[in-house]
Every structure is written in structure tokens, then in C-alpha cells.
């Protein structure tokens, strides 16, 4: 079965350090990879997204950066955290190719960011 | 652009009820699948339960079941027998056959009252 791993679980950072969130899932293979922020009590705002190695797709441009080095690997980064950027980052991959194979998504844990 | 809408930002009942979560969406296209997800207050989401536009069927899981009305664009979710354990945001969702992103709702919170 596949499973999707996330980490750290909580992180507190202060303004203008670097960040790395690393999502990693097993059982599957060229997934679709998404990274997700949401602020408390709210909806979820995707981030960026992945169909395959290299491949990343921006949704909101900030000062947030992704990359999937591995098939299985997403990195979200920061070169300098903003207050704005505290909040629950979500990971989820979904099945690659054909979207009437795999059309739902599955979400990681989460990441409580908490930028002082 | 489509949008999915939820006019409900928060609703209560009974345990051992029925509710129902209404949902929204706006699209052009024909071929597409709909979704409800729940986020406990762990705020892990979880899958609740899938339809695919060409499916006439109303999909069920349990106590969960949802009203698929494809002309008025409506995808609204009842829960049955609510329990404690019920107590969630929920988040309707689409995603059309040729995206690979899926549109996400606002959110409803639920509360069960004991």
C-alpha cells in the first residue's frame, strides 16, 4: 500500500532563516506531488505542483520554492521565511499519467510552521 | 474557471442525526470528478468519499452518502447516525479529467453536539 511521509511535524523559525519541508512517498511510482499552505481555520491554497522529476509548477508566486530531485521526493524551501509564510503545509500525491486512473488525492500529515 | 462553493462555514447536530453539507460548483466541462474530504482536528485530510460526473449513481461509503445533482452543478453530503467522531471541516472538491489539480471549497466545520 502507499503511504506519504512528511517532515518535520512542527517546526518554529525565525523571520529571514532558510526552509526545507520534505515529502517523501512509498508504494507508488511517477506520482503527482503537490504542496499545499493552509492558514488557521481556512481553506487550502496549492502551492505548487509536480508531474514528474524537474517538472514543477508554480501557483502563487512568493518567496517559496519547490523541487523534486527524486521520483518520490518534493521539497518545499526558503531561502529567507516572511511572518506571512506560518502555516500548515500539506503534501499529497495523487496517481501520475491517466486522470480516470487516479483522480483523488492523498495528503501527508502536515507541517506546523511557526515563523517568529 | 471553476469554482467550488460552500455556503455553510459552520454547522451543528445532534449525535445521532442526519445532516447535510450542501456544495456547489461551476464548470464547462463534461467529464469530471467531485469530491468531500474531511479534516479532523489532528487536520489530516482524509478521502470521505469520490463521484465521477458520468456516473448517475449517487456514491456511498457508509453513512456517508452524497446527492449528485449534475444539471443544477450541486454535490451536497449527508451524514448519518452522527457521532462524535463526525466532528470535522469538511472540504468539497473537482477535478476535471484534463487537470491534474483539484479545486478545493472553503470548508464547512461541523460540530456534534452530544
Known amino acids: 500500500s502507499q503511504t506519504i511521509h512528511q517532515w518535520p511535524a512542527t517546526l518554529v523559525q525565525p523571520v529571514g532563516s532558510p526552509l526545507s519541508l520534505e515529502c517523501t512517498v512509498e508504494g507508488t511510482s511517477n506520482p503527482n506531488l503537490y504542496w499545499y499552505r493552509q492558514a488557521a481555520g481556512r481553506g487550502l491554497q496549492l502551492l505548487f505542483y509536480s508531474v514528474g522529476i524537474g517538472q514543477i509548477s508554480s501557483e502563487v508566486p512568493q518567496n517559496l520554492s519547490a523541487s523534486r530531485p527524486q521520483d518520490r521526493q518534493f521539497i518545499l524551501s526558503s531561502k529567507k521565511l516572511l511572518l506571512s509564510d506560518s502555516g500548515f503545509y500539506l503534501c499529497a500525491w495523487s496517481e501520475g499519467g491517466m486522470v480516470w486512473g487516479g483522480a483523488e488525492q492523498y495528503f501527508g500529515p502536515g507541517t506546523r510552521l511557526t515563523v517568529t | 474557471a471553476q469554482t467550488v462553493t460552500q455556503s455553510q462555514p459552520e454547522m451543528s447536530v445532534q449525535e445521532a442525526e442526519t445532516v447535510t453539507l450542501s456544495c456547489t460548483y461551476d464548470t464547462s466541462e463534461s467529464d469530471y470528478y467531485l469530491f468531500w474530504y474531511k479534516q479532523p482536528p489532528s487536520r489530516q485530510m482524509i478521502l470521505v468519499i469520490r463521484q465521477e460526473a458520468y456516473k448517475q449513481q449517487n456514491a456511498t461509503e457508509n453513512r456517508f452518502s452524497v446527492n449528485f445533482q449534475k444539471a443544477a452543478k450541486s454535490f451536497s453530503l449527508k451524514i448519518s447516525d452522527s457521532q462524535l467522531g463526525d466532528a470535522a471541516m469538511y472540504f468539497c472538491?473537482?477535478?476535471?479529467?484534463?487537470?491534474?489539480?483539484?479545486?478545493f471549497g472553503k470548508g464547512t466545520r461541523l460540530h456534534i453536539l452530544p
Open positions: 472538491a473537482y477535478r476535471s479529467f484534463r487537470d491534474d489539480k483539484i479545486i
